[in-house]
């Protein structure tokens, strides 16, 4: 693209303050982390910066049902005696991964909020990137929360793209499947669903190469399962980009959702693959080249100063600035990169890659294959916009949007 483009960037000061708990692993103090790194390397100046809304109860029934919602809002580490039913029901506190605690329903409309603002941003034509780092939570289902993630701002997100937008991609770049989002799609073929991740004895289980969606989305949920220890190339130029040039080519999508889960990269705490900042930041950058309106997510990463280092990096190359400095400037957690205080992490020498060329060319020829099968079928209308009276609640939602002033951005670090 030779036009410049426009870049919007959506972080709430409240949202990293929230604490699953002392020996959990998903810690949204990272976000603060990575936010100290886009402004210290200057990136906020090349962006429109917003504080977003917390999404309301209504905005997150679009998706989830009233009941799940209800209890969200509701239980509280103080009342947890009262909902031992619910929790049960919705797997929610101590005996799950998706713990109780303080201000949990806030969180929940904080990084949904913001990535609803993305998408009504996208949709309105505001801008062509919208970038929220507390966002991308992909395995919450309609009812049930699950794998640290209890609202599913992904879905919400796509939903309110659909107003404006016949299809949608959206690509998972975490080492987990984007199980969630996947399910809740499974059977149209307005949503394509891309998932490179990890499979085998490995949460959540799913995301086999054979599922492939159901009903009239049969073929339009794509899923490239792997092996431990996998690096650049391999996930890159074996994978990922002749599979995106592929869908690009049969679907053609109107707008892309991207979640950039940094837990697939080298020496995560929970993850297995061995890819380098540089090496996951080249799918964003892939991506962002096709000019498509493009909402940018975060996701999983549970050793956080290199998921601070990675969404920041991500940040840059999203502001055409990929040139930046490989050492840390001095920020406010400056110690957390110690000993050598770069941005770039390279690869684990002690991993081995255990996804060989031939199962890779597989997985590549299967999933060509699939995307082939689709290109004779009958797709959905190509009229990209409904008519004005169908977006009024967007329109409305976009006066919610503020931009805070630069100095503002530093002043609500702490």
């Given at each position: 693209?030779?036009?410049?483009?426009?870049?919007?960037?959506?972080?709430?000061?409240?949202?990293?303050?929230?604490?699953?708990?002392?020996?959990?692993?998903?810690?949204?103090?990272?976000?603060?982390?990575?936010?100290?790194?886009?402004?210290?390397?200057?990136?906020?100046?090349?962006?429109?910066?917003?504080?977003?809304?917390?999404?309301?109860?209504?905005?997150?029934?679009?998706?989830?049902?009233?009941?799940?919602?209800?209890?969200?809002?509701?239980?509280?580490?103080?009342?947890?005696?009262?909902?031992?039913?619910?929790?049960?029901?919705?797997?929610?506190?101590?005996?799950?991964?998706?713990?109780?605690?303080?201000?949990?329903?806030?969180?929940?409309?904080?990084?949904?909020?913001?990535?609803?603002?993305?998408?009504?941003?996208?949709?309105?034509?505001?801008?062509?990137?919208?970038?929220?780092?507390?966002?991308?939570?992909?395995?919450?289902?309609?009812?049930?929360?699950?794998?640290?993630?209890?609202?599913?701002?992904?879905?919400?997100?796509?939903?309110?793209?659909?107003?404006?937008?016949?299809?949608?991609?959206?690509?998972?770049?975490?080492?987990?499947?984007?199980?969630?989002?996947?399910?809740?799609?499974?059977?149209?073929?307005?949503?394509?669903?891309?998932?490179?991740?990890?499979?085998?004895?490995?949460?959540?289980?799913?995301?086999?190469?054979?599922?492939?969606?159901?009903?009239?989305?049969?073929?339009?949920?794509?899923?490239?399962?792997?092996?431990?220890?996998?690096?650049?190339?391999?996930?890159?130029?074996?994978?990922?980009?002749?599979?995106?040039?592929?869908?690009?080519?049969?679907?053609?999508?109107?707008?892309?959702?991207?979640?950039?889960?940094?837990?697939?990269?080298?020496?995560?705490?929970?993850?297995?693959?061995?890819?380098?900042?540089?090496?996951?930041?080249?799918?964003?950058?892939?991506?962002?080249?096709?000019?498509?309106?493009?909402?940018?997510?975060?996701?999983?990463?549970?050793?956080?100063?290199?998921?601070?280092?990675?969404?920041?990096?991500?940040?840059?190359?999203?502001?055409?600035?990929?040139?930046?400095?490989?050492?840390?400037?001095?920020?406010?957690?400056?110690?957390?990169?110690?000993?050598?205080?770069?941005?770039?992490?390279?690869?684990?020498?002690?991993?081995?890659?255990?996804?060989?060329?031939?199962?890779?060319?597989?997985?590549?020829?299967?999933?060509?294959?699939?995307?082939?099968?689709?290109?004779?079928?009958?797709?959905?209308?190509?009229?990209?916009v409904p008519p004005l009276f169908q977006r009024s609640e967007s329109l409305d939602s976009v006066k919610r949007d503020r931009k805070p002033h630069a100095a503002e951005l530093y002043d609500s670090v702490d």
């Amino acid at each position: 693209m030779t036009t410049k483009q426009r870049v919007s960037y959506f972080y709430h000061p409240t949202c990293p303050l929230f604490y699953y708990g002392p020996s959990h692993p998903m810690k949204p103090h990272r976000m603060k982390l990575a936010h100290h790194l886009i402004l210290t390397y200057g990136l906020y100046k090349d962006m429109e910066c917003y504080r977003p809304h917390p999404a309301s109860a209504g905005e997150m029934t679009q998706f989830h049902s009233e009941e799940y919602i209800s209890f969200l809002s509701k239980v509280s580490p103080d009342n947890l005696r009262q909902f031992t039913t619910s929790m049960q029901k919705f797997n929610a506190g101590d005996t799950t991964d998706c713990p109780v605690f303080d201000g949990l329903y806030e969180f929940t409309q904080l990084y949904t909020g913001a990535s609803l603002d993305g998408a009504v941003q996208l949709c309105q034509n505001q801008t062509d990137i919208a970038i929220n780092w507390s966002g991308g939570l992909h395995h919450a289902k309609k009812a049930e929360a699950s794998g640290f993630c209890y609202v599913n701002d992904i879905v919400l997100a796509i939903l309110e793209l659909l107003k404006v937008h016949a299809r949608v991609l959206y690509i998972d770049i975490d080492v987990h499947h984007g199980d969630g989002v996947e399910e809740a799609f499974y059977t149209t073929d307005r949503v394509m669903t891309l998932s490179l991740h990890k499979y085998g004895d490995f949460f959540p289980g799913t995301g086999h190469i054979t599922d492939v969606g159901a009903k009239k989305g049969t073929g339009y949920s794509v899923n490239a399962p792997l092996n431990n220890g996998i690096t650049d190339d391999a996930y890159f130029e074996e994978l990922f980009k002749p599979i995106m040039d592929k869908i690009m080519d049969v679907f053609r999508p109107g707008a892309i959702v991207l979640q950039c889960g940094a837990d697939s990269l080298a020496q995560d705490r929970l993850g297995c693959f061995n890819l380098t900042i540089k090496g996951h930041a080249a799918c964003v950058a892939y991506v962002k080249s096709l000019g498509v309106p493009l909402l940018v997510l975060g996701g999983g990463g549970y050793t956080i100063r290199n998921v601070a280092r990675c969404w920041a990096y991500e940040t840059a190359v999203l502001v055409n600035k990929p040139d930046v400095p490989n050492a840390i400037p001095y920020n406010d957690y400056y110690e957390y990169y110690a000993p050598d205080y770069e941005l770039h992490l390279g690869q684990d020498p002690t991993i081995e890659n255990l996804n060989t060329p031939k199962m890779l060319e597989s997985i590549r020829v299967d999933i060509l294959q699939q995307l082939s099968d689709l290109e004779g079928a009958p797709s959905v209308g190509m009229q990209e916009v409904p008519p004005l009276f169908q977006r009024s609640e967007s329109l409305d939602s976009v006066k919610r949007d503020r931009k805070p002033h630069a100095a503002e951005l530093y002043d609500s670090v702490d």
